[in-house]
């Protein structure tokens, strides 16, 4: 794949998370009764970055967790050897029932990875609502899905890849749009 563009640097996600905390905030009326979950694999270290923003402002510790959607995607990704999925575990540190969760992704797509991640979310309790944080929404729904809050809007085709790249996972910070 040829790079075409960065459309975020390591400052502009950091901006980006700033706001969304902000958002998250204003929202929600403050930060009682919200549980953050990342989407495995960088919306983890999103919503921990989150976190870490949100306690900064409101001086409270947001319970917070990670969610595997191995199982409830569509499109299972088999282990080399055998023909069952390979398992990431779920680990939320709080009941979630008659909470707020927030779940945060690095792009949001099609739909189809939240729709899983809702899927698994309520195998775990029933939250009183279900809200969605991503860095990058490059549109193409093929659900009825959309982001409560988002980093930056990037229409893109279909031939294009959004690639987020996390110092947490990668080397670097930035979101780069490449061509198929």
């Known amino acids: 794949m040829k790079s075409k563009t960065t459309v ?12 969304i905390s902000h958002e998250i905030i204003e929202k929600n009326k403050g930060v009682d009764d919200l549980v953050l979950v990342g989407i495995k694999t960088r919306g983890v270290p999103i919503a921990q970055r989150l976190k870490n923003k949100i306690q900064e402002i409101e001086g ?17 990704t088999p282990k080399k050897e055998q023909s069952e999925p390979e398992l990431k575990a779920a680990h939320i540190k709080a009941n979630i029932d ?26 775990l309790g029933r939250p009183s609502q279900v809200q969605l944080a991503v860095l990058v929404d490059r549109g193409h729904r093929e659900l009825p899905i959309r982001a409560d809050f988002v980093g930056k809007n990037v229409p893109t085709s279909q031939d294009e ?11 670097a ?8």
Do not use: C, H, N, W
């Open 98 to 123: 008659g909470k707020k969760v927030i779940l945060v992704d690095d792009v949001l797509y099609t739909g189809r990875t939240v729709r899983a991640a809702m899927d698994a979310l309520i195998d």
């Open 8 to 19: 975020l640097d390591d400052a502009a996600i950091r901006r980006a998370l700033t706001r």
């Open 161 to 171: 890849v959004v690639t987020v790249t996390l110092s947490e996972t990668d080397e």
């Open 173 to 180: 910070d930035q979101v780069t749009i490449f061509e198929k």
């Open 60 to 76: 409270k510790d947001l319970p917070d967790g990670e969610l595997d959607i191995t199982l409830y995607r569509d499109d299972l």
